[in-house]
T-cell receptor, first 111, second 112 residues
C-alpha cells in the first residue's frame, strides 16, 4: 500500500525568505509524486510532478521539489516566498488509479 | 482548452435523501476520479472511471456510486445521505496518471 506523510501541518515564513514543505512517501514500487496547491475556496492546482525522469523537478510559480529515493522524500522548496503563496499544499503519491493525498501543510506568509 | 467544471457549486440536502453531482472533464481527458474532502483534511479517493468503466475504488460504501458517459463527463451519486457526507466533492480528469490530474473547483455538499 502507498501512503504519504506531510511532516508539518503549518509552516509560517516571512515574505522573501525560503520555503520548505516536507513530504515523505511510502510505496512498494517506483511512484509518481505530485504537489498540489489549494487556495481558499478554490480547487486544487498542480504545482509539479515527478514521474521517474529527472530527480529535481521544477514547477510553476518558482517552486521545485527533489525526489530522494534513499530518504523516500519529496520536499517542496521555493527560494523566496511571496504573499500570494499563502495556501494549503498537498503532497500526493499515485499508482495507476489511486492518488493518495497527505493531510496538507498550511503555508502562512508574513509581510 | 476548457478545464474541469462541476455542478452545482453548493448544495444542501436532508439526511436520508439522495444527491447527484456532475462533472465535465477537460477536453481530451478520458479518465475521471472523484474525491471527498472533509473540512481541514486532504482529499480522499472515492473511485475512478476510465472509458465508462469503474477501474478503481477507495474505502467508500456502495451507496456512493458513479457513472461516466461516452463524452467522458461523469456523475457521482450518493444515496441515503448521512451527516458525515458533508464535504467538498472534487472531480479530477486526466489523460493518464503520469500526466497528473486537473481538478474542478468542487461541489460543497451540506447534509442537515
Amino acid at each position: 500500500a502507498q501512503s504519504v506523510t506531510q511532516l508539518d501541518s503549518h509552516v509560517s515564513v516571512s515574505e522573501g525568505t525560503p520555503v520548505l514543505l516536507r513530504c515523505n512517501y511510502s510505496s512498494s514500487y517506483s511512484p509518481s509524486l505530485f504537489w498540489y496547491v489549494q487556495h481558499p475556496n478554490k480547487g486544487l492546482q498542480l504545482l509539479l510532478k515527478y514521474t521517474s525522469a529527472a530527480t529535481l523537478v521544477k514547477g510553476i510559480n518558482g517552486f521545485e521539489a527533489e525526489f530522494k529515493k534513499s530518504e523516500t522524500s519529496f520536499h517542496l522548496t521555493k527560494p523566496s516566498a511571496h504573499m500570494s503563496d499563502a495556501a494549503e499544499y498537498f503532497c500526493v503519491v499515485s499508482d495507476k488509479y489511486d492518488m493518495r493525498f497527505g493531510a496538507g501543510t498550511r503555508l502562512t506568509v508574513k509581510p | 482548452e476548457t478545464g474541469v467544471t462541476q455542478s452545482p457549486t453548493h448544495l444542501i440536502k436532508t439526511r436520508g435523501q439522495q444527491v447527484t453531482l456532475r462533472c465535465s472533464s477537460q477536453s481530451g481527458h478520458n479518465t475521471v476520479s472523484w474525491y471527498q474532502q472533509a473540512l481541514g483534511q486532504g482529499p480522499q479517493f472515492i473511485f475512478q472511471y476510465y472509458r465508462e468503466e469503474e477501474n478503481g475504488r477507495g474505502n467508500f460504501p456502495p451507496r456512493f456510486s458513479g457513472l461516466q458517459f461516452p463524452n467522458y463527463s461523469s456523475e457521482l451519486n450518493v444515496n441515503a445521505l448521512e451527516l458525515d457526507d458533508s464535504a467538498l466533492y472534487l472531480c479530477a480528469s486526466s489523460r493518464g496518471t503520469d500526466y497528473g490530474y486537473t481538478f474542478g473547483s468542487g461541489t460543497r455538499l451540506t447534509v442537515v
